[in-house]
């Protein structure tokens, strides 16, 4: 991919999504061909990886965030709708999952793939055709403006992009590895920048690891979560890369 600087920005985004750059081109490859071989280098395509995956973050909101995966649910960046699906399947009974994603391609596929669920088409910093107090929890993962960026300041301006569509004890939820730059190197300063922004807790919690969580359940983040969590810091430490973690802010009642 032709990374210039700031290429993670939306306006420079639009531009590699016309030129069929990296991801994009990737999705316009599947679109075409049916072949995922280049998009699973970028995205979770794989239905049964991305039904653990939900299963796990679902544990992970019950035991953790005292919340769950229901209600209404934008998934932001959704690609081709994979994990849209796995997490309307895996909620409640009643829930509405919205991808949204910057790939027009993408977002095609995943229409046709997952007719339960709704996608469109554009920036999830622009929200204007929500109405507010919306969602109960917009989950991001591997988001590249929160992936690929250390900048707090640019990531605020989507916490404030998501806020008055959230509602009130609405969950944003930044799913991702420790990569060279992201939430990991912003969330601490993130914190008090999102209180005056109108979220009123903030955090961040270690995922189990997936064959954990099929193994035992919800029971993972349990008593027994402390040691999960601090084997999950330990590798990271020693094999960084290695563990998912949860970037979390709730909106102010
Ligand atoms: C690495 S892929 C991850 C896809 C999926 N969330 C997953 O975890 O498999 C990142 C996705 O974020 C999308 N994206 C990046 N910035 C975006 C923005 N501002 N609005 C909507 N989608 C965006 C990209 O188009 C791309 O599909």
Redesign the pocket.
């Known amino acids: 991919m032709a990374q210039s600087e700031h290429w ?1 920005r ?1 306006e420079k ?1 639009a531009e590699l999504e016309r030129d069929g750059v990296g ?2 081109g990737a999705y316009r490859d599947f679109e075409a061909k049916g072949d995922g071989s280049q998009l699973q280098r ?3 395509i794989d239905d049964a990886y991305a039904r653990l995956y939900a299963a796990n973050l679902g544990g992970l909101l019950r035991q953790r965030l005292n919340a769950d995966l229901a209600g209404t649910i934008l998934d ?4 081709i709708g ?2 849209s699906e796995a997490l309307r399947a895996t909620g409640q009974s009643g829930i509405r999952v919205v991808g ?4 027009e391609a ?1 977002v095609r596929v995943a229409a046709q793939r997952y007719p339960a669920c709704e996608f469109r088409a ?4 622009k929200l204007d055709s929500f109405a507010a107090a919306t969602f109960d929890v917009i989950h991001a ?5 929160f992936s690929r960026s250390p900048d707090a300041a640019f990531h605020l301006g989507f916490l404030k992009a998501f806020r008055p569509k959230l509602k009130p004890r609405g969950l944003v939820l930044g799913v991702q590895i420790v990569d060279k730059a992201g939430l990991a190197d912003s969330w601490r300063d993130l914190g008090p920048l999102s209180r005056d922004a109108g979220y009123e807790a903030f955090g961040r919690i270690a995922m189990a690891p997936q064959r954990l969580h099929k193994r035992f359940d919800d029971a993972v983040y349990g008593p027994v979560y402390p040691l999960v969590a601090a084997a999950g810091h330990a590798l990271e430490a020693l094999k960084p890369g290695r563990v998912t973690y949860v970037y979390w802010w709730r909106a102010r009642a």
Not at 100 to 103: L, N
Not at 141 to 145: I, N, T
């Open positions: 993670y939306p985004m991801v994009w970028y995205a979770i932001a960046g959704s690609g994979t994990i949204m994603d910057m790939s993408g554009g920036s999830v910093d993962r591997e988001f590249y403006p």
